[in-house]
């Protein structure tokens, strides 16, 4: 049921070739809202390189907690496979770029809202409700001096992060390598140690020398 709305998704954000391979694969029920963008490979095509919509958790329904797709600027990924949640928001602006260079999944209910730049790294693990936009989509300006503040920032997520149910990864953060970010934070800022527990609003270092362990571990 979900490959004919999939191939419409491929073929109009990929050439033919590419697009018959259905590297993206969206859940039949998900609202393609625009799609004047393009998808970039930067590893072998294979099927189902990108998922939205099939992963799923017991306290969301699938029946009415459909994904939205908004696709008008650039969708990269990498060797990894990337699975969005049900109910998953994903939302690239013209212009904009969202990169995944690797394996990333999300459980459910993440919203995805792509201005600028957002970068993922390989091996990230999200859970429910997560919020991530790279924009703030209104200025603020200075009273005193009359200097306006960029709406606009860069999110950066580096590789084997982990981020906890209902967390808002704001514009001008970077998550390090190996970090792990407890529910209900707040990230707005860049942080540079690798390995590490971000907790509050806002985040703070809470524990160093501490990751997200192996399945096999």
């Not at 109910?87 to 969202?98: K, Q, S, T, V």
Request: charged fraction near 20%; glycine fraction near 8%; aromatic fraction near 6%.
């Amino acid at each position: 049921m979900s490959i004919p709305k999939s191939l419409y998704l491929c073929v109009k954000l990929m050439p033919l070739m590419q697009a018959l391979h259905l590297p993206v694969m969206v859940r039949y029920n998900c609202k393609i809202s625009s799609a004047k963008g393009k998808i970039r490979l930067n590893a072998p095509i294979r099927p189902m390189m990108m998922t939205v919509g099939f992963e799923s958790v017991g306290i969301f329904d699938k029946k009415y907690e459909r994904s939205i797709v908004q696709i008008d600027g650039e969708l990269e990924l990498g060797s990894g496979k990337v699975m969005i949640g049900q109910g998953g928001r994903l939302c690239i602006m013209e212009g904009a770029n969202l990169r995944f260079k690797g394996k990333f999944e999300n459980s459910a209910m993440i919203e995805i809202i792509c201005k600028n730049n957002i970068s993922i790294g390989n091996n990230v693990l999200t859970s429910w409700d997560i919020l991530m936009m790279d924009t703030d989509f209104h200025q603020t300006i200075n009273t005193c001096d009359g200097i306006r503040n960029s709406a606009e920032g860069k999110i950066t997520i580096g590789d084997n992060v982990w981020i906890g149910a209902r967390c808002v990864v704001l514009k001008n953060t970077d998550i390090p390598a190996g970090c792990v970010v407890g529910a209900n934070t707040t990230v707005n800022k860049n942080f540079t140690e690798e390995n590490c527990l971000l907790v509050g609003y806002p985040a703070e270092v809470k524990k160093h020398n501490v990751t997200r362990a192996n399945e096999n571990e």
